[in-house]
């Protein structure tokens, strides 16, 4: 064994320092359980400035904020938020799929052997969005087409009735279209921004709270040592009570500081006009499509309803 090069790596190992972090983080674990069982008077626990207080109070309530709107945003990040069949459908697009790759991997790993070769697949199946929007116009379409004889036309009574669920399904496409350009700007102009603002600015400033609660109880617990110390430790004590005191000042005006910058951001509020300004774009977008046809229903609904009341008068 090299014993000069393991001397030398001792050597470089500031065991002092790592002594004292280990001592210090042991006398605040010490202090923080004495507090909570109660064991050190209220008025030997260092009072905080009140401006540090009122501030965490006011981040507390931001990250409240933030996280109560994410809760319920964090829907527009799923396609299927307001789908109302999509397990069922889910189980069936599954089977087809993997009917669709059982065929496709047996297409190609068969060719050349003596086993029969399936014909491989032309394309793969197509997945149908998953939205209300999407789900109402497919069955608007469909329903449509069921009340239309292949050979003879419309079936009896159906012609108004399936002009008026196609013109139905006409707004329910173009209305599922703004749905899914909603959805992608949400999560990109408000979703990606609001979380952003939670995970960094908010986050670091509650970091920097818990370095004043380090350092606050490393204070309390040297003030504590202090006082039971003996002549020969009491002006290095003394000093370590200094010491304590500078740090923790230090670390309570930069958490002040991070604290205001998180509060005084404007960054959310220009978050939550994207949320608006998306969501009255698709509903605006709705209301449009819903109205263009309207109209043309309501003449079809005027009609059949004379067709019905001059047939009852024969």
Known sequence: MDWSKL???LGGLNLSQAGTKLTKGFSSSVQATRERLGQIAPEEITELPQE??????????????HLALLKITKV??????????????SITELSTSIGYNITSFAATNL???????PASPSAPPVHPHKTLPHALSRAS???AQALVDPEAGPV?????????????????DRIASARLDQDDTINLNFLGPWQQTLHTSISLAIKARQAVRVSRLELDAAKQSLKTANPARQEQARLEVENAEDDLVQKTEVAITLMKTV???????????????????YFSTAAEALSAVQGEIEELSVAAEGDYRKSRDH
Do not use: C, F, M
């Open 76 to 89: 527009y990040e799923t396609e299927t938020y307001d789908y109302p069949v999509h397990l069922q459908e």
């Open 156 to 172: 009896d009574g159906g012609d108004k009735l399936g002009k008026a669920l196609a013109l139905y399904a006409t707004s329910w």
């Open 141 to 143: 379409h469909a329903a």
């Open 111 to 117: 060719k050349g052997t003596s086993l029969p070769t």
């Open 7 to 9: 001397q030398t790596s």
């Open 52 to 65: 540090y207080k009122d501030l965490e109070a006011r981040v507390d309530a931001l990250k409240a904020a």
């Open 263 to 281: 509060l005084e951001n404007p960054e959310p509020i220009k978050n939550i006009n994207e949320l608006v300004k998306a969501q009255l774009v």
